[in-house]
């Protein structure tokens, strides 16, 4: 008989199937009490018109990614950009690219990555320079006019040195423009 009182107290509180619930009467109590307004809802922020710049890129140009804390950047080509975070792929050797993710809390900057080959700037005011030394080392015995003549010849010679083709091939360099930079 001691088995039969749990399953005689299941069947009397069980609702039986698909059947709706009684509703509740109303009691003093729990009659709605007039509510004071809301507060107005912050409006929603703007975005920063820096960062359009960067989700205007197309995808697959090269950018450097400098994060919060770091020294330096990362390299990699853009896949995607949005309002939250940046996906790119970063090539790697020996093995298949990295999807790298960064959330924007966590970049600092963002920058273009512009490679060139040839001489650069720094090249050909090296070569002037060791040109135009060699020219007042040749004519340091003639009067000042000379010596600035041949200063000037030799800064030509040496410019050119750096300007011509090399058997040997120079390295490309990396030029980084900024973007975007976090508030």
Request: aromatic letters at 4%; glycine letters at 8%.
């Amino acid at each position: 008989m001691s088995h039969l009182v749990p399953a005689l107290l299941l069947v009397l509180f069980t609702p039986p199937p698909h059947s709706q619930p009684a509703p509740l009467p109303d009691a003093p109590s729990a009659q709605l009490q007039p509510q004071a307004p809301a507060p107005p809802s912050t409006p929603p922020a703007l975005p920063d018109p820096h960062w359009l710049r960067v989700e205007q890129l197309p995808p697959g140009k090269a950018i450097a990614v400098l994060e919060r804390g770091r020294e330096y950047p990362t390299s990699c080509n853009i896949d995607s950009v949005g309002d939250t975070a940046l996906t790119c792929t970063q090539a790697t050797p020996y093995s298949p690219p990295r999807r790298l993710v960064f959330p924007m809390g966590n970049i600092a900057a963002v920058f273009i990555e512009e490679v060139t080959f040839g001489p650069s700037l720094t090249a050909i005011l090296i070569g002037g320079g060791i040109g135009a030394g060699l020219g007042v080392g040749v004519c340091n015995e003639a009067p000042a006019r000379v010596i600035v003549t041949c200063s000037l010849l030799g800064a030509g010679i040496g410019a050119a040195v750096a300007l011509t083709p090399s058997p040997v091939p120079r390295p490309p360099h990396t030029r980084r423009r900024l973007i975007y930079r976090a508030p």
